[in-house]
């Protein structure tokens, strides 16, 4: 966290080598975090990037509070979040399936049978729950911080993650068919 | 059925990279962003409608809010519940040992950097400033500190308690001054650095922030949320939306190696971070270090001699209290506030398209705001070239050649308002307002030339358009505005005459008499290089002080003027009016005459600076 604040201090003061800095550091976590809430890896892509061109447009103003990498994650899981409910109020495109596409500009860290299952089980958790399990695997944001960044109450963090995380149990475990 | 745990650990498995395509793709993107968002204002003001410029950080919202509905009660209960737990012995650090370490050493060397944001504005402005200095303390000698603006030493401060002084060395231009400490500023001094605010967050209920690195050490943070732990007992907490103090020590050595404070006043955008590192702890420094070396073809800027602080001023005299009396405290108010204005928001001159949205600017300090109001400017016509023009669009829209004295005034002040709407000189909208109103105001002086409150208003006119110069820097020689030492020394010329004839008569003169004349002053001297004229002013002010209640200067600067005048030398210096604070975006105001007003809200905040008390300031 020190060391995004010495990077960001750089930058506000014109060091792109520390803004570039900032985005190796970051921009695999978000694209994670983009690509497992929109489940496609084109709209992740211009979702980070979209964060990121905000970043620079406001880093002269921009005051840290907690950790740089929680509050990107947030700033991506909101503009999912729009592009989601644009998906549904088209009701034109469902959550894109995984697939092993040469041309996918994202490529999965580690490839087995597991995490293939879990990627498709996570794409039919409902969008709110998603968010939360995401935000708290790959951003590591505390429930607290999420309650906090997201705007909605402590328990009800919690008990996403918790049916969120009982419903991928039951999927991997093909308890449940859909 | 597979335990939680198993499924978090293949969710935290479940991570994606970008192919060295993408990657170099969304870089290329994000560095154009960069050039857009971060390239010099000279170079984009006016043309900045770009997605960059008019882009809002999506998070920054939610975050605000929450942060708002957390709310410093609930960080308080946190604070307290985690501090009770962290003494009950989870800690890896044994806090005591910081806190004895610290308190131990008498002498330390830091760097210090202060970001202010006014955060961003209705008006598309977000002004700021940006410091860095490095600071020697010493809990004997008193604190030195070099200031440094580019990466090149600005200037040096000696805050020195036992002689009681306050001495600066500016090195651009270079010049020094020297002043007494009052006491506040010792007591600012005290308070005021990172081995106090170390021990008070130590004393504290402080929350731990955990392990984390900084430049490969392993560091521990503490934080606290709760601003009334840094006032002394007997003062008020300040009213803040948001208050952090944190600091880190190196593991290994459990001395602190950073701190910062970051402080929101309530209800405002603003913010202010102060960030403390490269920590020497307890490093020698020596009395010599202390000692200002003023070099000697530095120049005195002011208050050497008799040593008055500029803040510490009450009404020392009946001459003060009369001149008290006289402006009631407000002694900027307009002459022609009890006008009602007429509107001019349908008011269409030059062609000039005012719906246009204007760019966003990000100007920090003071040279950026000058630079980026030479950038507008030059854009502009010249006011002779579009004069006559004007004239006929005023005629024909609101009849100006009917109109009388007082009305033309009232229509000057509302064109200055719409100047201002438009966001002054950093604007490519507001000008022919601007213009307008020195038209308008003209024909008032014209019709009225004995008034000196409606010459005020043409000269208001004059400089709200003008400035002085082109911004100075080290490389450049400044270009004299013409219509300084030319139309606004002539007016200020004039109405300096007509009081001395009032005076002959009786007349006791006022507070905006003594503004006019220290306007003349310095035209004289700083834009005519007539010094002999300037002596002759000031002479008379100091003779008339008695009477007209501006002790305060004749104590000071008056004597200092004519002492320079009449060795005929140049004098820096001046007449400092103040709002209740001196935030950069002051600097719009700047490069005019003293008198400048500028619009109505920002007027009636002014007041000289060894007022300010009398607006609890």
Redesign the interface.
Known sequence: ???DR?LL?KA???D?SA??AL?ERH??TL??VG??LLGS?EE??EV??D?????????????L?GSLKG??A??VA??ARDRLRKRSRLAAASFEAPRDDVS???????RDE??SR??QA?AELPPEQREV?VLK??AGLSFQALA????IALGTVQNRYRYG?DR??SL??G?VSE | ??P?KE??T??????????P???R???S???V??RQ??SHIMNETGKRTS??????????R??R???A??GVAAALLVAVLLGLHIFTGTSHVAWANVLAKVSAFDTYIFRS?V?E?S??RPDGF?F?S?SVSTVYYSEQYGRFSEDYRNDKLFARFYTLPDTNELVVICYSPNVYDRRELTASQIDEMRRNHPKRIVTKILEADYVELGE????GKR?RGVELRDPSVMVDEGKETPSVDEF?ARF?IDVETELPV?VEV?IAPAGSPK?Q?V?WDQFQWGVPLAASLFEPNIPADFESIGSERTGRAYSDSTPRNEAEEAFLDNTQAEPYLSDFDHLTLPDVSGVTLLGVDTSVPQAEL?L?DHEEVWQAQDAFRAKWPRYDDVRDQLAQELQAQLGIGQMTVEQLVGLGLALRERFWELRGCLSDTSYPYGYAARLVTAKAHELAPDDPAVTDQYVESIITCEATATFENQTSERTINPVYPGLLTQLRAAQFEQLKDKVKNGYVPTWKDFVRAIDLITLFDSYCEDQAAALEVTRWLITRAPIAGWTYYSDTSLPEREEAYAAGDGYRGGLFMHGPDAFPEEFRYARRLFSLQGPREHAQKLTPRHLRHLKGW
């Open positions: 966290m020190l060391e010495i201090w506000k003061r014109g792109q803004f570039d985005y921009v695999d694209l994670t690509r497992n890896a992740a892509e980070v990037q964060v990121f061109t905000s970043f620079v447009a406001s880093l002269a103003s921009f005051q509070r509050f990107l947030i700033c909101n503009r996918e500009p994202l490529e999965l860290v580690i597991q995490i879990l990627q996570l399990i695997m790959h906090r960044e997201l705007g995380i991928l149990r991997l475990n308890e | 059925m597979r939680q499924i978090e293949l969710l935290s498995r479940l991570q994606y990279r970008g192919t395509q993408l990657r793709r969304m870089q993107h994000i560095a962003a960069w968002g971060r997605r960059a410029g008019t882009a809002r950080f999506a998070g920054s939610i975050m809010n929450s942060m509905r957390f950097r970001v944001t955060g961003p977000d700021g940006d984390d690195r900084l430049e560091v952090r880190w950073w970051e913010r971070t960030v990000r920090r």
